[in-house]
């Protein structure tokens, strides 16, 4: 960077030198998105296409007083019902006259839909000598601002902006972003703008604040609107956070799914996004957490087979110390919460010390195994029944207490947990009770992710397939007549070439 002395005032002007100075904290912007107040201003328009209709209608739904000068042979059908309609909010004015010189005067932006070049080119001039920002529907070269997507959850408002270079694009993230914002978020920005000022008054600037601002937004993100025993809700959170730092601690145990990131529901990652402090499995991948608050603590308390492990008391004790420390903390685990993951304990030890706790189920793992080999784990000529059956007990073993006649089912579907090491003793089990040697298994490691391996074959070969995938990786085996189809045609079209497969003998 260098000094320009060309003029009085300091500036600094960019230059090739390797630069010596903190690391930016934003990086270029294609435009800069701002927010224009137009409640009871003046909005000067032309055209009366559909494109000059919807400017119309967003300008006046903002507040804007609209003038519209066109003639009356110009307008369209869409402009017309507006005309005939009215605006949500603000007001629309059509003035039966061409654009002059003076439409512009006390006009506070300028709209144009011109057919033409030359047209839009004299509407921008016109308009800028009059000194009114101005945008000419369509034709970039003639816009000083831009129109972005809108999503609108008034008070909040989100507006989108691609720099006119893909509009489609545009779309299509609005699109996304609307299924993450429900519509009752509106009835929720409103009574933010009525609580902030108690807020601000009684709760300093730090953890106690933003503690009360995390509890509101997890309650404005459930998809209803607000009533009175949330008004009265967040009143009490207000008086005990204002007395006590520590009224805020809570905690949430989210299920992180088998592993793909995309496989997280929405409310998964609104918790990690309000989170103060993460402690999470093993198996919980790090495109996950990269999706958490930056700013957020995060602790590994992983527990896996055959490795060093946190015992689950260390685990409960952490989740009570930063609650009680008036910390968010999320628990994340691998799969869903409530299968093999020990949430019970998690909740009894938590409300012992009477610290809230929530619970955000997640993908279990048998769900991807099923998608991953395409088909359904139930079937109305297969299979009428699905197990989840842990393959591991606390010595290490199969657990004493399974029953396996039932689980020797030619019409259920059974999926094995943690039973790598097992394999061989679990088909051992079911064939000696009854199984057919020949039923259909299948077995995947590190299930949805990148390095996902696959394997089928008959159940007299389980042992076999577990050997050749490995047992160093978490393993799910799935046992049953639904898997028929897969043992010939063993997942040929992928969407991830680089998986490997496995194959027991037909």
Known sequence: ???DRSNPEIRLVATDAPPMRAARRIEPLATLPVFFDLAGKRVAMTGGGAGAAWKAELLAAAGADVVLDVLADEIGEEMAALLIAGPAAGSLTHRDRPWSLDSFAGAALAVGDCDTDASAQAFFCAARAAGVP???IDKPAFCEFRFGTIVNRSPAVIGISTDGAAPILGQAIRRRIETLLPRALSGWAALAATVRGEVMARLDAGPRRRSFWENFSSRAFTGRAPDLADTAALSALVDGLAASPEAGGRVTLVGAGPGEAELLTLKA????QA??????????????LELARREAKRMLVGKRAARESCRQEDINALMIQFAKAGKHVVRLKSGDVGVFGRAGEEIEALKAENIPVA???GITAASALAAGFGVSLTHRDRATQVR???GHSKKGGLPDDLDWHALADDHATTVFYMGGRMAPKIAEMLIAHGLPASTPVAVAANISRADETRGTGHLQDLGAIVARIGVDRPILIGVGRVFADCVDTLDVASEN???????GSA
């Open 1 to 3: 960077m260098t000094t």
């Open 134 to 136: 101005v945008n000419v």
């Open 269 to 272: 990652v609104r918790a990690l």
């Open 275 to 288: 989170a103060d402090v993460i402690l999470f499995d093993d198996l919980v991948s790090d495109e996950i």
């Open 359 to 361: 619970i955000v189920p």
């Open 388 to 390: 989840f059956v842990t």
């Open 497 to 503: 070439p680089s998986r490997q497969e496995a194959r």
